[in-house]
Nanobody
Framework: QVQLVESGGGLVQPGGSLRLSCAAS????????MGWYRQAPGKQRELVAA???????NDADSVKGRFTISRDNAKNTVYLQMDSLKPEDTAVYYC???????????????WGQGTQVTVSS
């Protein structure tokens, strides 16, 4: 059993900051790429940022220069520091991780339950 548990969402004013965390637990042999996605009402889920095991990152154009993804491999945790938040950042944010449960197994995608981020004055 593998779980991804997110925390850190909430209500913030435009221009404010939030930090999301996502911790993976359970039967884990290895964690590979990790990332954050978001889904606003009436829209498709989109990639916000992703990070490889080695720390290479890929950010959506809409968040470049404002959001920073990082990870702590020892804690099986990925973070998303969100600064200069805008109302259009309002969405449910989901954590994603590619996880292998055993040395002879395959990597599978796992998802967190989602955390609401609302940017409003």
């Amino acid at each position: 059993q593998v779980q991804l548990v997110e925390s850190g969402g909430g209500l913030v004013q435009p221009g404010g900051s939030l930090r999301l965390s996502c911790a993976a637990s359970g039967s884990i042999f290895g964690i590979y790429a990790m990332g954050w996605y978001r889904q606003a009402p009436g829209k498709q889920r989109e990639l916000v940022a992703a990070i490889s095991t080695g720390g290479s990152t890929n950010d959506a154009d809409s968040v470049k220069g404002r959001f920073t993804i990082s990870r702590d491999n020892a804690k099986n945790t990925v973070y998303l520091q969100m600064d200069s938040l805008k109302p259009e950042d309002t969405a449910v944010y989901y954590c994603n991780a590619q996880i292998r449960k055993s040395a002879w197994g395959y990597e599978y995608d796992y998802w967190g339950q989602g955390t609401q981020v609302t940017v409003s004055s």
